[in-house]
């Protein structure tokens, strides 16, 4: 009996059994992971994760029970918040993510939501979201409007202010992802990876800020699941924590339902897509030249002595659907965003055989030039920055062109005096994600 029971425990089973017993539904979150105790030898941190399991070191035996069930109360958060398959995400979107970074970031919204909890004891030198915000970005305002504001990726995204290496010399983006455990992160993360660039001052303050805490996120890409897969385990967390801190109240090991929570979110891309496709999809003109064929049949006569009016046929000439791009060159926009959103256009132009029609401009009219189905002329665009929009006159200059569909690349910081009959999609970047468009459709880019 024993031996069977031996199977069933693990270095952290004492502080699962202290979570359930003081918030049994979110510290109940912890049978839901896996949990695995590292052999003797293994190069691990004294407790870490992929995003699927728990992993413990010898070493954590030896911390008091409140410190325990503070880190397994953390990982547990990790698992359930989907960090390390979210960090994995955004490599895969945006190129270069550095891990350490977003280690940091994850441990700061993770740590604010348990803080509040006399019962646990996080390790020291544990940074908090409010913090971060406070030292990295100047924003200074209580932790419980922060999580509801701030999520991993845009917290990352305002936070790495990362440039290329002058020197040219690559610098190691892992250096100090051993933090606080003195050994090296294993190959699944790439702990190695060299991006030739170096810190700019936001994310040399927060990895300054971060320098001691556990290098405990260790994404595997091996262990991803199928998209839609990903998909079903995002909104079975999310759903998991929503009912297990409904359940739990004061208790409950999340603070607020913060703004973190996972959620199945639609690709920009597809959402872009379907929208053009729809505005853009060829549709049957009427022509009065010819009948249609229920008059024709019908011979023109309801009966006897009654003629029927004149019903228009359908013309089998195909109109060329137009598009207008309308780009917005007194904000801003990241080159890979550009050139993410420019494939885009192009290839929604060609297989809708879409003739595309570019203008450019701010308080005025700088720039038209026409394209054929799939090409754009958008990576060309330089942006000047410093705002000073008026939507007016580059709508009505669209107007001229005739469209079926518009799209507008803005950080809708601007006045709008024409509204145009046809539909427009305000495209916005994920830093003015909270911009207000004055009628058509909103997309952010992220």
Request: with cysteine; net charge neutral; aromatic share 6%.
């Amino acid at each position: 009996m024993p031996e069977v029971l031996a199977v069933y425990t693990h270095r952290g089973t004492r502080a699962v059994q202290y979570l359930v017993e003081y918030a049994p539904s979110t510290g109940g979150l912890a049978l839901w992971v896996g949990h695995r105790d590292v052999p003797t030898g293994e190069d691990a941190p004294l407790i870490a994760t992929d995003g699927h399991t728990v992993s413990y070191d010898a070493a954590f035996e030896a911390l008091s029970l409140a410190e325990q069930a503070g880190l397994v109360a953390h990982e547990v958060l990790h698992i359930g918040l989907r960090h390390a398959q979210r960090y994995l995400d955004l490599r895969q979107l945006v190129g270069d993510v550095d891990l350490r970074l977003f280690n940091i970031c994850a441990d700061a919204i993770v740590n604010s939501t348990i803080d509040h909890l006399s019962w646990l004891v996080l390790p020291k030198g544990s940074v908090g979201l409010d913090r971060v915000l406070e030292e990295a970005l100047g924003l200074k305002q209580p932790v419980e409007k922060s999580l509801l504001e701030w999520d991993v990726e845009r917290l990352y995204r305002a936070i790495d202010d990362r440039r290329r290496n002058q020197s040219g010399v690559p610098r190691d983006s892992s250096a100090g992802e051993r933090g606080g455990t003195g050994k090296s992160a294993p190959a699944t993360v790439e702990a190695r990876h060299l991006d030739g660039r170096e810190d700019g001052p936001r994310s040399a303050r927060v990895r300054a800020l971060g320098a001691s805490i556990l290098a405990d996120l260790r994404p595997d890409p091996n262990k991803r699941s199928a998209p839609e897969g990903e998909a079903d385990e995002a909104r079975e967390w999310s759903e998991r924590i929503l009912r297990g801190h409904t359940n739990d109240g004061a208790y409950s090991l999340l603070r607020t339902l913060i703004a973190d929570v996972p959620r199945t979110r639609t690709p920009w891309e597809h959402v872009l897509r379907t929208w053009l496709a729809k505005g853009l999809a060829r549709r049957p003109d009427l022509s009065w030249s010819r009948p249609s064929r229920s008059y024709l049949a019908n011979q023109g006569r309801g009966g006897v002595h009654r003629r029927l009016p004149w019903e228009p046929g359908i013309t089998t000439a195909k109109r060329v659907p137009r598009l207008v791009v309308v780009v917005d060159v007194s904000g801003s926009i990241e080159d890979k965003l550009m050139d993410r959103f420019a494939r885009e256009i192009e290839a929604i132009s060609r297989r809708q055989e879409a003739g595309l029609a570019l203008i450019v401009g701010d308080d005025q009219v700088r720039h038209v030039a026409h394209f054929p189905p799939g090409r754009s002329g958008l990576r060309e665009i330089a942006f000047e920055g410093g705002g000073g929009t008026d939507f007016t006159p580059l709508l009505q200059e669209a107007d001229m062109h005739r469209p079926d569909l518009a799209v507008v690349l803005t950080d809708l910081d601007g006045p709008v005096g024409f509204k145009p009959r046809w539909p427009v999609v305000w495209v916005v970047p994920e830093a003015h994600a909270s911009a207000v468009q004055p009628f058509g459709r909103k997309l952010v880019l992220r």
